[in-house]
């Protein structure tokens, strides 16, 4: 597609348009991990752009890890898409003495998964987070931020809170990880998981998002916002959860009613 086929709306520099269609073939899977990407001179045909603006492009791309580059060799697809995470796969409590779920169903997708607890503490939560637990604007909650990462690459920010008649005195309140995850402990604590609310965004990352991700530029973050219900349509938990939008994907099933 050359460049005259762009719209003239399309703000963007020339070489963050190109680099947003070779992304979207990417991610789409016309280009496949280790294919080979069109040639400069193909590509310079195609858009309509110099050298230095191909180059430009794709230097986006590398720091975006989408795409491999090396000296005297084809520019490549990254051996691997973007991952797909199942949330329904891991909602449940683990097993007695299993890790949390997520850890087990993100290490089949390849590499070592792991979480690192960043904080712990009683916060006054944004309006969503309030509304979403329903409690008053103001009220204080018990906050636990931990970033999960695979092979020590940052796959998600997570925030969750939770009321403090349930936090208090129990071991949300310790900055130490919880074996099988906090869903175990709920239900252990007596507030089974019964229902989980998503609600999904793409948003421009925060200046913490950016940090904490590494991300190499204001590239979207799919932002979930859940919530989960136990008995009587409780909410016990709300987290909000940030993952680069170029890397990762969510994946829900759902049958006929």
Partial sequence: MGNSEVGTSDRRSLHERIAADLRDEIMSGDLGPGDNLPSTTQLRERFDASNATIQKA??????????????????????????????????????????????????????????KLLEVAEVTPGADVAAALNIAKGDTVLLRRQILLIDDEPVELVKCYYPLEIARGM?????????GGTPTLLAELGFPPRLSVDKVSARVPTQEEFSALRLPSSLPVLRTLRTLYSDDERPVEVAVMAKAGHLYELQYEFTAQ
């Fill in 171 to 179: 071991a949300l309140m310790e900055r130490r990880r919880i074996k």
């Fill in 58 to 115: 794709l230097h986006l791309l590398k720091e975006e890890r989408l795409i491999v580059g090396r000296p005297g060799s084809a520019v490549t697809v990254r051996p691997r898409r973007q991952r797909t995470m199942r949330p329904a796969a891991y909602m449940a409590p683990s097993a007695t003495g299993a890790p949390y779920r997520w850890l087990t169903e993100a290490s089949k997708l390849g590499g070592e998964a792991r979480s």
